[in-house]
């Protein structure tokens, strides 16, 4: 993975210049990168609880419709599984948005929305709780 920034052998800098590699990944792969880490992070630090959430219809019927969207951005625990999670996340909604759909952000968004609306409805009869992984095994498919 190449970070950019130009560290390595015989540079004085050694580390990898995170900021620029951050600042390369197309907006709204940056954007959900972003949305699911601060959401993953808040819940370490029990700033909110994973019960606050999870995909819940009776719970969204009740004026709870964060959930539809929040349900997207955890994907658990602070773990290698959470790493794996951001790496499939990172590169293959990159790939997608710099390769198929490169200047076409809005058939990009269009893509996820209507990625969400199907897995939404699915998740209620299937009965899923957190759809953050199924939105990333989706954007690997279509890859």
């Not at 954007?31 to 959430?53: K, N």
Request: hydrophobic share 50%.
């Amino acid at each position: 993975m190449n970070f950019g920034g130009g560290g390595g052998i015989g540079n004085g800098d050694a580390a990898p210049d995170i900021m620029s590699w951050y600042m390369d990944i197309p907006v709204v792969s940056r954007m959900y990168l972003t949305g699911a880490f601060l959401t993953t992070a808040a819940c370490a630090v029990d700033i909110i609880t994973p019960y606050s959430l999870y995909f819940s219809w009776d719970l969204i019927k009740a004026g709870q419709v964060w959930r539809l969207l929040t349900s997207y951005l955890f994907f658990g625990v602070f773990s290698v599984d959470f790493l794996f999670h951001m790496y499939f996340l990172v590169r293959y909604s990159r790939m997608l948005e710099e390769g198929d759909f490169r200047g076409r952000t809005a058939n990009f968004l269009y893509m996820l929305l209507f990625g969400i609306i199907n897995m939404t409805f699915f998740a209620s009869w299937a009965e899923l709780n957190f759809l953050g992984s199924a939105l990333t095994f989706m954007m690997v498919y279509i890859w």
